[in-house]
Every structure is written in structure tokens, then in C-alpha cells.
């Protein structure tokens, strides 16, 4: 395994504004780089960053995360929190006894507070899942490219995580395409810094080459066609 994963980017036509939200929602701290801004994930969390582009658009996102609650006092408090930091509540069509709570974030990406008692989540900490439209294939090709087991693996769903814990990455098939080209991306480092060789394994799992930024960063395309990048071997991270 050559590459990992140090976050995940969303495009925000307030990048700055968008990480304060999130740092303040998960009690993280902020570092602005020349890659964005950086939430960095650490104990197995999954890292967030906001570059400059075009604002999501709720109902037509990739990926939405989902946080957990130790009760439901925890739970009342992060919907509380996200709304007094700039969020608010999206209507996705959930069910009156659904009992999670959908919201949207300043830079228009859904995310949903999950209920307390949810033993899918149990133990991978605040920031639960990223779940991400995409094929059973996709979520294989990943398992290997970050080299973490599945943990789930049942008609079109897969999940995986990591063998330390934490946030589930998860793809299932969602009715409706999202938009393309995609406002949010996996970003990796190569492993051992050598870009070049963690691009070469990833293309030899069934990611396709798009072209090189030029920053050095390496834009490749996992099977299902959803871009992801490769940073250079001397970016920190």
C-alpha cells in the first residue's frame, strides 16, 4: 500500500468561511496551506479540506458525512451547534420516524447527525462516516488502494475502514447522477513519498491517469469515473 488518504477536499466559494464552520462543529483546528484549507483528522479521523470553487448543491452532492451522538442530548446539541455556526435543516426526503437529522452546511453539502444506538457506528468516533455515491466495484478498489478491510459488503453497499478505527468511508448506488466534473475529492499522499510509485499501484488497481496539475499534484479516476488526487511526494500532510 503506497498511498493514504489525508482527507477529503470540498470546493466552497468561501473556503475560509466553510472550515470555521466545520472547526467549530468538531473542535478542530484550522490550518490554511497553499492546497486550502486543512482540517487535519488525526486518532483515525477523517480529514477535511475546502479549497476555492463552486459551492455544493444540496441534492446533487457525492458525499455526505455523518456524525454520531452519545444520546440524545448529544445529538440535540450538534444540530444546536451546526445551526448557530451557519447551518441548517434540508428536507431529503426522510421519513417522519427516521430519526437522524439532515442538515446542509454553509458551503451547501448535507450531513447528517445520526441517532444514538447506532451500532454500525459504535466506536468510529464523531466524524462516523463518509458515504459516497458509487458501485460495489469502487468501494473494492479502495479497500485495496488504502489497503483497509471491508466492513461491509452486501449487494451494491460496501464500507471500509481503517485498521486503526474511525471514520467509515462507505459507497452505495443512489438513484438520480450527481454533478460532474465533482465538487469534493479523496486526497492522498504516497505513503513512503514516492509519487510516483503510489500512482503507478493505484493505476494498476483500475484508476485511470487525467492529467497533472501544476502544483505537481497527480488527477487520476477511480473506476467509477470520480476523480481523487495524488499529492507530491514533499507535500505535508
Request: glycine residues 16%; proline residues 6%; aromatic residues 6%.
Amino acid at each position: 500500500m503506497r498511498s493514504r488518504l489525508l482527507a477529503v477536499t470540498f470546493e466552497a466559494d468561501d473556503p475560509a468561511g466553510a472550515a470555521g464552520f466545520w472547526a467549530g462543529l468538531l473542535g478542530r483546528e484550522v490550518v490554511e496551506d497553499a492546497g486550502g484549507v486543512l482540517l487535519p483528522g488525526g486518532d483515525a479521523q477523517l480529514g477535511l479540506r475546502f479549497v476555492p470553487g463552486r459551492a455544493g448543491r444540496l441534492g446533487a452532492n457525492r458525499m455526505h458525512l455523518h456524525l454520531t451522538s452519545a444520546d440524545l442530548d448529544d445529538q440535540r446539541h450538534t444540530v444546536d451547534t451546526a445551526i448557530g455556526l451557519g447551518g441548517r435543516h434540508v428536507d431529503v426526503g426522510q421519513r417522519p420516524e427516521e430519526r437522524h437529522v439532515v442538515l446542509g452546511d454553509p458551503a451547501g453539502y448535507e450531513f447528517c447527525v445520526i441517532e444514538p444506538g447506532d451500532d454500525y457506528l459504535a466506536g468510529c468516533g464523531p466524524l462516523g462516516e463518509l458515504t459516497c455515491a458509487g458501485s460495489r466495484q469502487v468501494g473494492r478498489f479502495w479497500s485495496e488502494a488504502l489497503g483497509w478491510p471491508l466492513v461491509w459488503d452486501q449487494g451494491e453497499q460496501t464500507a471500509i475502514q481503517s485498521p486503526r478505527g474511525g471514520t467509515k468511508l462507505a459507497w452505495d448506488v443512489w438513484d438520480g447522477t450527481p454533478e460532474v466534473p465533482n465538487r469534493q475529492r479523496f486526497e492522498l499522499l504516497p505513503a513512503d513519498g514516492d509519487q510516483r510509485a503510489a500512482v503507478d499501484e493505484l493505476i494498476s488497481l483500475g484508476a485511470a491517469r487525467l492529467g497533472v496539475r501544476d502544483d505537481g499534484t497527480v488527477v487520476l479516476a477511480d473506476p467509477d469515473g470520480t476523480e481523487f488526487r495524488v499529492l507530491s511526494g514533499d507535500r505535508p500532510g
